[in-house]
């Protein structure tokens, strides 16, 4: 068991948001968390997982036609 739980306050900051955005992902059960007691605990791989599926690659640059200059 090597994954770390991270507080909503932790990963607020690792995501660069407020505490609200974390708190909203779980009570949407978006992200995968723990709950210990009262308390609640995102694995550190759910937050990559989390990060992961929602990155978005850039697109390749299209190509630019030359045009040929009216007649």
């Given amino acids: 068991m ?16 407020t505490v609200r955005f974390p708190r909203r992902l779980i009570a949407e059960r978006r992200i995968t968390f723990v709950k ?14 989390y990060i992961e599926e929602r990155t978005v690659q850039p697109m390749r640059p299209r190509r630019v036609r030359a045009r040929k200059a009216a007649a």
């Fill in 2 to 17: 090597t994954d770390r739980y991270l507080s909503v306050d932790q990963v607020a900051e690792l995501l660069g948001t």
């Fill in 36 to 49: 210990v007691g009262r308390h609640v605990r995102i694995p550190e791989s759910a937050l990559a997982a």
